[in-house]
């Protein structure tokens, strides 16, 4: 299993301005994904962030709010940008067992998240 | 749209006893299943899964029972532990990767010494 560390745990922002969380992963990995979880809602996945190339994003997230850097294989930070309460939420990353799970898929290993809450 | 839905937001069940967390779904296409279980200011751990090809999966005190017919998942804990206290999600995918997993909102269970 993977081990993945987040930074910051938590932050309390001004609206307008934009955090950086970084993601660590103990062991590289293709594909690393950033995940959102808004109060009382469930975890939606905002993109994938491959090495070498641009991040993919899902329907709803887009590079110029959530812009994403995959440097090097353990290693990604996802910024939100101009930020505004609605972006208050729990940011996680992920990645997945590569060395194969049950049934031929593979399972994720989460970060412990970053919670935000933007004023 | 809530393809995964949970809609016991918590669930409180004394020690020893059986924890029954139920997850509906509405996608047919779905052929995986997964439950996640999350401790405060940790991230989801995966907990157990299983294949559309079966309806019943087994993992120690846990079990996981899947009714294709009424799109239902149902995640079995027994018996209950205090240290089972957590938010549990139900998440379903049509294939692997990350971008066709879908996660319900959570169950938080309480299990009471």
């Known amino acids: 299993s993977a081990v993945i560390s987040q930074k910051p745990s938590r932050d309390i922002c001004q609206r307008g301005t934009s955090l950086t969380i970084q993601c660590q992963v103990d062991?590289?990995?293709?594909?690393m994904f950033w995940y959102r979880q808004q109060p009382g809602q469930s975890l939606t996945l905002i993109a994938t962030?491959?090495?070498?190339?641009?991040?993919?994003?899902e329907s709803g997230f887009v590079i110029d709010k959530f812009p994403i850097s995959r440097p090097n294989l353990t290693f990604s930070t996802l910024t939100v940008s101009n930020m505004s309460p609605e972006d208050s939420s729990i940011y996680l990353c992920?990645?997945?067992?590569?060395?194969?799970?049950?049934?031929?898929?593979?399972?994720?290993?989460f970060g412990p998240g970053t919670r935000l809450t933007v004023l | 749209d809530q393809q995964v839905k949970q809609n016991s937001p918590s669930l409180s069940v004394q020690e020893g006893r059986i924890s029954i967390l139920n997850c509906d779904y509405t996608?047919?296409?779905?052929?995986?299943f997964l439950w996640y279980k999350k401790y405060p200011a940790e991230g989801p751990t995966f907990l157990i899964s299983?294949?559309?090809?079966?309806d019943k999966n087994e993992d120690g005190r846990f079990t996981v029972f899947l009714n294709k017919s009424a799109k239902h998942l149902s995640l079995h804990i027994v018996p209950s532990q205090p240290g089972d206290s957590a938010v549990y999600f139900c998440?379903?995918?049509?294939?692997?990767?990350?971008?066709?997993?879908?996660f319900g909102t959570g169950t938080r269970l309480t299990v009471i010494p």
């Open positions: 992920s990645v997945e067992d590569e060395g194969g799970g049950s049934f031929g898929y593979n399972e994720q290993f």
């Open positions: 062991s590289q990995v293709t594909m």
């Open positions: 962030a491959n090495q070498g190339s641009e991040a993919t994003y």
């Open positions: 996608n047919s296409m779905f052929d995986y």
């Open positions: 299983i294949s559309s090809i079966k």
């Open positions: 998440a379903a995918s049509v294939g692997t990767g990350a971008n066709n997993l879908f």
